[in-house]
């Protein structure tokens, strides 16, 4: 059976595909606060994390989801929920929730701004890295070479600063918030549905791989 990361991969890429070529439809799908504070336009917060700027944007995205999209659906699948159906759900629901959480405190600090729009599924892709950091804290990745847990905090200190910095046209915040939404999610989803699971996850956290 097809996997839901790449349903939403397959999705994504089609509908940025459309938008590249279609400033209008790109203008309507886009994260724009001000829209949704004057006309009600709540569906931005999730529709804008299925566009992209450009290819670049689009590839590192969609390479990044697929990565660790997998990792994360079969983790709900064999370890949370033993269920294929209630793990896909609540795979789909942590993806689309985190599409919308990443983007609530750009919307609170811009919904004044006329000026500002952000766009693609940067939000959700952070979640989806740190749900697998707050699971293999000690795995190494290969770039940077960090164990996953220290690359975890490199990576919310360098998305505040740049955040704060504000001299480029990334959305370090949504970047930022969405990497803690991803981690809350599976902490809470373990300490609720397998409490079991999750004090095992506190063992691992323990069991430092150089120290011993």
């Known amino acids: 059976m097809i996997s839901l990361t790449l349903v939403l991969v397959i999705m994504t890429a089609l509908i940025s595909y459309q938008a590249f070529s279609r400033d209008r439809m790109l203008n309507e ?5 001000a829209s949704i504070r004057e006309f009600g336009q709540w569906y931005r917060f999730i529709t804008n994390g299925f566009i992209h700027a450009d290819w670049g944007h689009l590839i590192i995205n969609m390479v990044v989801l697929f990565q660790f999209g997998e990792f994360v659906e ?13 793990g896909r759900i609540a795979f789909l629901v942590f993806y689309l929730s ?4 990443a983007c609530i405190p750009s919307y609170l ?3 004044n701004n006329h000026a500002y729009a952000a766009l693609g599924a940067s939000g959700a892709t952070s979640a989806l890295v740190f749900a697998y950091v707050v699971i293999n804290p000690w795995q190494m990745f290969v770039f940077p070479p960090l164990p996953a847990v220290l690359f975890g905090v490199f990576y919310l200190f360098y998305s505040s600063y740049m955040d704060r ?3 480029d046209n990334i959305g370090h915040n949504q970047h930022f918030w969405g ?3 991803g981690a809350a999610f599976i902490v809470i989803s373990l300490a609720v549905v397998r409490p079991e699971l999750f004090q ?3 063992i691992r956290y323990q069991q430092v791989p150089f120290l011993n």
């Open 109 to 111: 600090r811009h919904r």
């Open 165 to 167: 910095r504000g001299t």
């Open 74 to 86: 079969r983790f709900f699948i064999n370890e949370v929920f033993a269920s294929e159906v209630t």
């Open 179 to 181: 990497a803690v939404y």
């Open 98 to 101: 985190a599409v919308v959480a």
């Open 200 to 202: 095992l996850l506190l």
């Open 29 to 33: 799908l886009a994260f724009h606060p």
